[in-house]
DNA sequence: CTTTATTTTGCGTTATCATGCAGTATTGAT
DNA sequence: ATCAATACTGCATGATAACGCAAAATAAAG
C-alpha cells in the first residue's frame, strides 16, 4: 500500500491520483502529500488540474472519484451558471397556450424551474426528471413520453418512445447537445440519443437548440442534423459575441 | 447496521446521509451521530445543507427522505413502517426474469427501492418517481408508461396511458388501493385512478394488492374489481392475523 | 555546453472552512 | 406548566485552501 516515490513528473503523479482514486473512491490531500512526496501545494495543483478536466470531484480536503455514487436526487446539484443563463433565455421562447416539447439534462431541468408559476401550455418531455419538475406548475399540462428509461441519461428512449414522438406534434421543442459545429451542425455521440432527438425534431415545428458556450465548434461521431433546420441557439454569451456570429443565418442567436 | 467510518470528508457524510434515508425513510441526528463519529452540531448541519439544497426534510430530531413527503399524506413518520413492511414483503412475489407492472406511491416507491441489487427482471411503472429509483438498480429494465402527468398522484393517467396499458402484457401487477372490502372487492374514489387500475389488471397474469392494514374494510365510490380477481394481498399484519381470514378465497394473503 | 525562457515547486502569509463546545433558546411530549 | 431532548448562536481552534513570490527544475535556444 505504502508506495515510495521519488521524483516523480507531474503526469505520474497525476496517474497515481488517479489510480488512487479509483481503488479507494477518495483521496485525501495530506496522504498523497505522504505517499507522493510533495508539498501539499502541489498535490492540491494537481487535484485542481485533475478537477478542472473533470476527471475527479474536488472537495475540502481531498478529491472523490467522479463516479462516486450519489441518489438521483442529487445529481444535478452543480447547474452551473452558464446553464442557468441559458435556461433562462429559453423561458422567453415560450408563449401563453403554446405546446412545447423538451428532452432531458440539466439545463432542461433548470428550464423546467424557472417556468413561471403563472405560464398556462402544454409540455411533452421525455425526462421524468423535468416531467416532475414541470408539474410543480400548477397551470401547465405535463405529458411523459413513455419509452426505456435509460439510467445514464434518465430520458426514456427506444423504439416506443421514437413511435410515440412521431405521433405527436408541437410548436416548439428544446434540445440540448453535445456537439455543434459550423459545418456538421448538430451531432452526438450515442446512436440512441441521436435516434430520439432526430424523432423530436420531426415532431416539432421550431427547434431550438440549448448550449452552453464551452461547447460551441465540437463535433461527434453522428449528425443529427444540419444548422439550417435549427431556428433558435440559444448559448449563454450575448447574441452579438463574436463566437456566434458564424451561426447567423436561417437560425435567430438567443 | 453500526458502520464505523474514519475521517470522512463533508461530501461523503453527505451521501451516506441520503443513502440512509433513502434506505430507511428517516434519520435520527443522534444516531448519524455516532455512526459517522461527529458531534451532533456536524450531523445538524450536515442535514441543514441538505435540506437547504431541497434533497431531503429536515425535522425536530433528525430529517425525512423528500420523495417521501407526497402531496397527501405526510402526517406521522412512524406509520411509515406498515408501508415498509408490505414493501418488504411485496419483493418476495418477484423472481429472476420476471415482468412487473406497478403503480405509484409511497408504498410502491419503498418496494423500488428494496428490489435487490442482483435482481434481473424488467419493470413497467406508470409513476416517474418509482421508475428512477428501480433505474438505480444496475439488471434492471425500466419501462415508464407515458401519459399526462397526474400533478397530485404523480403518475401518468389519461388515454394515451391506457391505451398504452392494453398493448403490454406482464407477469405480475403490484397495485396499491385506498379501498378495500369484502363485499365491494377493491375501490377507488377517483374515475382517472380507476381507469388506470382496470387497465394495469387487464396487462397482468397475477395480481398482488398493497395494503396497510388500516385501509382494510373501507369502502370507495367506484368498484376497480372483485376480490376474486385478485392473486395475493399484501398487508403489513402476519397471514395469520384473524383480520385477514375473512379474505381468504381465491386470494393468497401475504 | 552554456545561457535563457518557461514551468514547476515549496514556503510564508492570509483567508476560508470545518468542527466541537458552551451557553441559551426552542420544541414537543406529558 | 414542566421537563428533557433537540436546535441555534457565537466563538475558539485546528485544518485546509488561495495567493504571491522566489528558488529549483526543466525545456529551449544559442
Redesign the interface.
Known sequence: MNIITTGMLKKERHAFIIRQINLHN?V?SSDLGLQLQVSEDTVRRDLNELAESGKI?K????A?SKS???????KD?YAQDSKKEVARKAIGLISEGMTVLTGGGTTMLEMARLVPDDLEATFFTIS??V??E??EK?LL?????????N?NA?V?MGA?TIS?LSEIGVDLCFLGTNGIDLKEGITDSEWEVLQVKKAMIKASARIAIMCISEKLNSVKKMKVCSLSTIDYLITDLSPTDPKLRPYEGNTKII
Chains 1, 2 share one sequence.
Open positions: 477518495k485525501l470531484i472537495v475540502h480536503g481531498g472523490l462516486f455514487h450519489f441518489p438521483y436526487e442529487q446539484v421524468p426528471v416531467a416532475l414541470l408539474a400548477k399540462t405535463v405529458n411523459l413520453i413513455g419509452g426505456t428509461l439510467k434518465q426514456n416506443k410515440d
